[in-house]
């Protein structure tokens, strides 16, 4: 990957109560999308609430995987710190050229695909991912695939 795939200027975002500070970059391989990876941290406290990552481009992969990440640590959950740091991430989506990402959740995942809609992602399929899809698994469950426009 060219070196100048990853942008700097979005290793620390802030947002109005939280920032996203960078753990890491990958540059992928073997079907991986490249991504960034970062610290979901509440202000004013400095307090690290979560992580989320975002996948640069699609393939075939990133429909079923999606390209943003995101876990919140179990004492912080309910209060929406996923969706501001997705709403954050968004520029980066933008920087990167992307006019539309995908987000995906299990299908079960009731607090994901409300975080999903309230991003305002719009609902394309509920599917079980295929057996040639990377991160398959025996037993994997169904998926909702979002689809968000970035423009």
């Not at 995908?102 to 299908?107: G, K, S, V």
Request: charged share 25%; aromatic share 16%.
């Amino acid at each position: 990957m060219a070196d100048n795939l990853f942008n700097e200027d979005l290793y620390y975002i802030k947002g109005e109560n939280i920032e996203l500070r960078l753990i890491d970059t990958y540059e992928g391989e073997d079907g991986e999308l490249p991504f960034y990876w970062w610290d979901i941290i509440l202000k004013p406290n400095n307090v690290a609430v979560g992580k989320i990552s975002f996948r640069i481009g699609h393939n075939y992969h990133s429909y079923y995987n999606g390209n943003i990440g995101y876990e919140v640590d179990e004492e912080y959950r309910g209060n929406h710190y996923a969706l501001l740091a997705c709403q954050l991430v968004l520029k980066v989506a933008r920087y990167h050229k992307m006019e539309k990402i995908f987000l995906t959740c299990d299908y079960d995942n009731v607090a994901s695909y409300k975080t999903i809609e309230k991003l305002g992602a719009k609902l394309v399929e509920e599917v079980l991912p295929p057996k040639d899809y990377i991160f398959y698994y025996e037993g994997i469950g169904i998926h909702r695939i979002y689809e968000l426009r970035t423009d």
